[in-house]
Structures are given as structure tokens and as C-alpha cells.
């Protein structure tokens, strides 16, 4: 099958045309306009610095339902130390630098252009973070992990995560899970397989079974606004 290229409009082709491997279109920009359009229809960007915007649709389509997640015995034991303290939306722009700047060796795909759009997103209360920090007695609190993505209806949109202390990012997706279902969330969009999230109960699904399934989260009445 083509790619396609994309017009300056922010219309995409059929998630169902796009390549095997789940490429449907190149080009195109990263306005608001195009990311809403591009998510709310089962489309991510992912590319690397110095090549065009690719967009994506992948099939199957790894998801996690928020009431089923599942936590292993050895992140159990650590929720129960205490380790961390979590917060929501507190440090959005500094969780996406860090989720870039810990994939700069292998090559990101959190572009500047990618960065600030999300931070824009962040500012109409659409995009969220939750952060972990470091609590040592008598230390400044660091963030040592967290995760980031787009809230959309009751779909988030998870982007990436990061850690530099043992379990921080596990602790975060831990409470992202308590946040999604608290405000009614039904779907967790996790894009593509890792076994790490296997672990925590993510599954796939046929691409036509989550665009059915996005469409019904995405009519849920849950507001905007930031996380606390």
C-alpha cells in the first residue's frame, strides 16, 4: 500500500489503509488542530529528528483497561515503603524533557516541535503528567520518574515514561491508573507492545476493535482541566 503524503489540511486517510507495520501518512505539521484530529481517530506521530512527521495506526493495538490493571508482587512491596511521593500536572514540561532526553542515544522521537506542542496541549489542560519524586529526609525533592500523554473523552493517550531511580516510572503508572478511573476514564492507550506493560495487564486488540472502542470513550463527558 502508499503512504500517504499529507495536504495542509488536518485530514488523514483510513487508520485501515496504513502499511503493515503501521505507517499511514508522512508530512503534515504538529498544530493543536492536527494532533486532536490525529488521536481522536486512532493516529500518533512517531519519528526521529531530521526525518519528515510519520504518522501511525498500528495493528494490532496494545491497550489497558484502568480497573484491570495489574500490580506485580515486587512493585507491591514497594508502594508499601513509601518510597516516593507522586504528584499530577506539577511538572509537565520538565517529564517530557526527561522522557526525550532519556532516549537521545537510541534516538527520540520527542522532537522540540513535538515538545512544545504537547506543553501547549498541557496549558488547555488536555495533556497530563504524573511525577514521582525522590523523598529523602531533610533533601530537596527530585524527580526521578514519570509519565506523560493526552486525555482525550475517557481515553488517555499514554506517550512515554521515564526513571532514574529503580521502580519511580512503575510507581507513576501505578497512580495514573487510580487517577483514570477516579474521573471515569474506560481506556488506556498504550500504541504499541512492550512486555513491560504486558506485566501490568495491557493487551492487544485489533485495530478495528479499539477505533470502535476509542469512539465510545471519546463521548464520555469527562472536562478538561489539570490533575491534582
Not at 491497550?63 to 518510597?83: D, F, G, Q, V
Not at 509519565?147 to 519511580?168: K, P
Not at 495487564?201 to 476509542?214: K, M
Request: aromatic content about 10%; glycine content about 8%.
Amino acid at each position: 500500500m502508499p503512504i500517504f503524503r499529507l495536504s495542509s489540511e488536518p485530514v488523514f486517510p483510513p487508520p485501515a489503509l496504513a502499511e503493515p507495520e503501521g505507517i499511514l501518512a508522512v508530512g503534515g505539521d504538529l498544530s493543536l488542530r492536527r494532533l486532536l484530529t490525529a488521536y481522536s481517530e486512532g493516529i500518533f506521530p512517531w519519528y526521529s529528528r531530521g526525518e519528515p512527521i510519520l504518522w501511525w495506526s498500528p495493528d494490532p493495538r496494545l491497550i489497558l483497561e484502568p480497573h484491570a490493571l495489574h500490580i506485580p508482587k515486587s512493585l507491591t512491596k514497594t508502594l508499601r515503603k513509601n518510597l516516593f511521593s507522586v504528584t499530577c500536572d506539577c511538572a509537565f514540561p520538565q517529564v517530557i524533557r526527561a522522557c526525550g532526553q532519556l532516549r537521545q542515544k537510541s534516538g527520540t522521537w520527542i522532537t522540540h516541535d513535538l515538545e512544545k506542542a504537547f506543553i501547549q496541549l498541557h496549558r488547555l489542560g488536555l495533556a497530563h503528567s504524573v511525577e514521582t519524586w525522590s523523598t529523602e529526609e531533610n533533601a530537596q525533592p527530585i524527580l526521578v520518574g514519570g509519565l506523560y500523554g493526552l486525555a482525550l473523552g475517557g481515553v488517555f493517550f499514554g506517550e512515554s515514561m521515564f526513571h532514574i531511580r529503580s521502580e519511580a516510572s512503575k510507581v507513576a503508572l501505578v497512580h495514573l491508573a487510580g487517577q483514570l478511573r477516579a474521573r471515569g476514564f474506560t481506556l488506556l492507550d498504550c500504541q504499541m507492545k512492550t512486555d513491560h506493560l504486558i506485566r501490568f495487564g495491557a493487551y492487544e486488540i485489533p485495530r478495528a476493535i479499539f477505533l470502535t472502542r476509542l469512539q465510545d470513550a471519546l463521548r464520555l463527558p469527562i472536562p478538561a482541566g489539570f490533575w491534582r
